[in-house]
């Protein structure tokens, strides 16, 4: 038999593809096959080839693993070794100019440091997934009526349940959850633990898990798993933190007993850890909801949150228009409540954290307008220090240095600059994200995660090497386009700057006071409507005045007994020393809880375009302890009691809405509720007052006397004399003076609620001015550096001037002008930006317009001051200049 | 570069492991390739046999000698090629993993068909 040998060429290509230790069994292997095929040379030739071919190519991707230290390694060591190099140049140069480095660092971390703060929350808040499995098929449910201006309001018992039975073709799961609290006496001490009432599917439609036990299902839920028939069960879920918090995540909790409000309840499962739904938030135990016989046709108590899980094969812009369809269908059937009542589906994303979506996206805007400014201004310095060393770079390039190796030294130096500020940055941005998140209204979701973690450093680390390429390419380009010829003949450094060099100067002077402009015109406006929101008349006086929320309803079944379970209380407030004033309200202002009721002059049928008001419930010297002046007749008096004539206190706006002009003492009015019809009789006029938010305009309401209307969700308000910190355990102690066992569901100082209302203004506006008042200081420091060094290179010219008679007012304009022009289009070209940026701006303002012509004229003027100054006080020294000094130096 | 040995194994790993086992004794590269082919029923390529070989020599799941020389070869020595046990465990945990997706599968066909 005649033995082939693989063909020179062919070995060689294999010998440089695969593993020198496998080459000689793969061409054995090779040739062995090649031996066996029996088959023409030729043949056997091309055989060869072809698959040595495809070895090779499928070893030659790998190949530089096995291929000893070559040339390319040594290569990449020499690359290793110039950073090194370039490094060790760039921290020397560093060290020698200790005050440039010091500002430059600083300017840098405060840039840096700042847009990471507000990014880490913007990561955590606006870029993290939401809490809940397929979060973007999960939404709330709300009534909406737009004719009435009511665009989310809570859903009514009646309402949910036609909307369960309708919606089945659309949702995997649409479930309820009402408010509900339960007592505890952990240790000793009674307290209310914030819980809710949730139908069946809840946890399922937000995709919850369970992390003991199980969750709720059909048979809690009376015995055929029909919810409206008022069964009760007494079993309870608790959320993992309550679990954790009060039974130290004891497991065997589960199948046991714990009793609530005096009752029994079995604890059947513990949720998983930060569950935490999109309405009613912040519960820490839940039960089965089990609607009330007759619940099916109460469409006026609006107070579930609803939510609904849309089905995998429908799409939403289907569920929205079959919701729709269902909306109008029910606003036909049921005319009376229902017309124009419409149903929303709001994604839980929107739900959670619409409400600052906005405000953050416009400071992460802020915080990157600022750090671009911070930029420009370490450019202009790096640009101001290439000028100096001209003769450095142009003497390199003569020895024999490539450009492009001078460019990289300059980047070095400056990725050196920024790593070193962007660490400072990162110290800087832990603070700085602790502040925003203290400014931050509450009830954003996440926002525990909001820190340094991995996700955000990576994107400080991104903002760095884009900062470093910012700030270092222009003086590097700029740098290496010297002429070597002309430079090096130059004894000393440059006696002008290049025409570019001056344009760039222009150009980063413009765009920082333009930056700046649109920053303090942005803040001057929220500034504005901040001012403008505080100095609005609440209708009621909060200072001084502490509410305490309590529910007696399990405690006091029946009327009676809470009735005077108020007025003892109240007694006993009363003589506490220090005390004012004190009374009960259901809902005092800016209190969440204000059911709406259709109200019509007795005599007149309610109807669906009647007018909605607020109705609650006061006790005797409510409105002097609130401070709402009455405007007619009297307070509610110890004689509207039960028996005696139902009486109301109506707002102007409602006295005014009724009856015009007429006066509404001793008129009657009838308040259509669930609970049916009231008629009452107009007692007393009171003052109108905000009661939600402070930039909503009052709303009609009319008050009843707490012993004619005995609900048992009452809020104590008292009025001190000193601070009601001072008094406040005496207040505490005398209420349980009566009870013991009443716990305090809330207890917040009306001036806290005030400042409450205002937290969503107040996190916009604070930021925006520190970021504001950094963007002005840093292009003030920015035109004072640029100016200067445009003085100190015309020190030679001016030196001329002076010995030759100039007179100094003449010299000082001369080298300001530039200055001047370049301020003032950076200022125009502020207020055109600014123009066009504070529309976004509109929905965080209130009693201002966004282009408020005050604002815009005040925040201009600033500006141009500012710069102005900084020109000028960088100019001034060129009148000083010494002539014989200047034309020897 | 370091391998875990715990990383699974590749679907073309398991058929060169499995083969190697297979032929015993007589695993080399020329009947490795012949045995997928008889048994796996699929055309293989010899660059894809030999950088296999390699990269599970580099993971230790498979250990290589050079034998004699023979004349068929031009004089060139075979490399034989061993499993060792952490191949043998690797396949195993492989067929494990397959086997209980499987019968997760044959569970929900069950349900759906009649």
Known sequence: MTTTRMPRGAARLLAWAVPPQRLVDIIGDLEEEANGLDRPGAFVWWWYWAHAVRIAARFAPSRHRWVNRGGAQRQRDGVMAAFARDMRFAARGMARRPGFTLVAAVTLALGIGATTAIF????????????????????????????????????????????????????????????????????????????????????????????????????????????????????????????????????????????????????????????????YPGRDIYAPLNF??????????????????????????????????????????????????????????????????????????????????????????????????????????????????????????????????????????????????????????????????????????????????????????????????????????????????????????????????????????????????????????????????????????????????????????????????????????????????????????????????????????????????????????????????????????????????????????????????????????????????????????????????????????????????ATLEAIKNAIWSVNANQPFYAIATMEELVSRALSQQRFAMVLLTVFAALAGVLAAIGTYGVMSYITSQRRKEIGIRVAMGARPRRVLWEVSRQGIVWVSTGVGLGLVLAFVATRALRTLLYGVTPADPLTFVAGSLLLFLTALAATVAATRKATRVDPVAALRG | MPTSPHMPLGEFEQLVLLAVLSLGDEAYAVPVRHEIHRLARRPVTRGAVYITLERLEQKGLLTSTVADPTPQRGGRARRYYRATPAAVAALRRSRAALERMWAAVDATLGKVSP
Request: proline content about 6%.
């Open chain 1, 120 to 279: 880490s929350v913007v990561h955590a808040v606006l870029l993290n997934p939401m809490p809940y499995p397929q979060a973007d098929r999960v939404g709330v449910l709300y009534q909406r009526n737009l004719s009435k201006g009511a665009d989310r309001d809570l859903v009514a018992p009646g309402n949910f349940i036609d909307w369960r039975r309708e919606t089945s073709e659309i949702f995997d799961h649409i479930a309820a959850i009402g408010p509900w609290g339960l007592d505890y006496l952990g240790d000793g001490q009674a307290e209310v633990i914030p819980s809710a009432l949730v139908t069946r599917g809840f946890f399922e439609a937000l995709g919850a898990r369970m992390h003991l036990g199980r969750s709720f299902v059909a048979e809690d839920y009376g015995p055929s798993g029909d919810d409206s028939r008022g069964d009760r069960t007494n079993i309870l879920v608790f959320t993992y933190e309550f679990w954790q918090r009060r039974f130290g995540g004891d497991s065997s909790i589960i199948g046991t007993t714990v009793r609530f409000s005096d009752t029994p309840f079995t604890i059947v499962g513990v949720l998983e850890p930060e569950f935490n739904p999109p309405v």
């Open chain 1, 292 to 725: 009330w016989v007759g619940a099916d046709e109460d469409r006026r108590s609006a107070y579930l949150g609803a939510v609904a899980r849309v089905r995998r094969d429908v799409s939403l812009e289907q569920a929205r228009g079959t919701l729709q369809l269902i909306g109008s269908r029910l606003a036909a059937e049921h005319p009376r409540e229902n017309t124009g009542v419409d149903i929303s589906w709001v994604p839980v994303r929107e739900q959670l954290v619409g409400r600052v979506e906005r405000p953050l996206l416009i400071l992460l805007g802020a915080v990157a307008a600022v750090l671009l400014i911070a930029c420009s201004n370490i450019a202009n310095l790096l640009l101001a220090r290439g000028s100096e060393r001209r003769g450095e770079f142009a003497l390199r390039v003569a020895l024999g240095a490539p450009r492009g190796r001078l460019v990289r030294q300059l980047l070095t130096e400056s990725l050196l600059l920024t790593v070193v500020g962007s660490l400072a940055g990162l110290l800087l941005a832990h603070w700085g994200t602790k502040l925003v998140l203290a400014l931050v209204p509450a009830g954003i979701p996440r926002l525990a995660d909001a820190g340094l973690n991995v996700p955000v450093v990576l994107f400080a680390f991104a903002v760095t090497l884009l900062t470093a390429v910012l700030i270092g390419l222009m003086p590097a380009w700029s740098a290496t386009q010297t002429s070597v010829n002309a430079t090096l003949r130059e004894s000393g450094p440059a006696t002008s700057a290049g025409g570019t060099q001056h344009r760039l100067r222009g150009a980063f002077t413009i765009s920082q006071v333009a930056l700046a402009m649109v920053l303090l015109l942005g803040s001057g406006l929220l500034v504005r409507s901040f001012r403008y929101l505080l100095g609005r008349d609440l209708g009621f006086n909060p200072e001084r005045v502490v509410a305490l929320q309590v529910y007696n309803w399990v405690r006091y079944p029946e009327a009676e007994g809470r009735i005077a379970y108020f007025e003892q209380a109240l007694a006993a407030v009363r003589a506490v020393p220090g005390v004012l004033g004190a009374s009960v309200a259901q809902a005092p202002p800016l209190h969440p809880d204000y059911p709406a009721v259709q109200v019509a002059r007795e005599g007149e049928a309610t109807t669906t375009e009647s007018l909605t008001a607020w109705g609650t419930v006061a006790s005797p010297e409510y409105f002097r302890v609130m401070g709402i002046p009455m405007l007619a007749g009297r307070e509610f008096a110890s004689t509207d009691g039960p028996g005696a004539p139902p009486v109301a206190i109506v707002t102007q706006s409602l006295a005014r809405r009724l009856w015009g002009d007429e006066s509404p003492l001793g008129r009657r009015f009838v308040a259509t509720t669930s609970f049916g019809a009231v008629t009452m009789e107009v007692i007393g006029v009171a003052a109108d007052f905000r009661h939600t938010a402070l930039a909503e305009r009052p709303r009609p309401t009319y008050f009843q006397p707490h012993a004619q209307n005995p609900t048992g969700a009452m809020v104590f308000v008292v009025r001190t004399a000193a601070d009601p910190a």
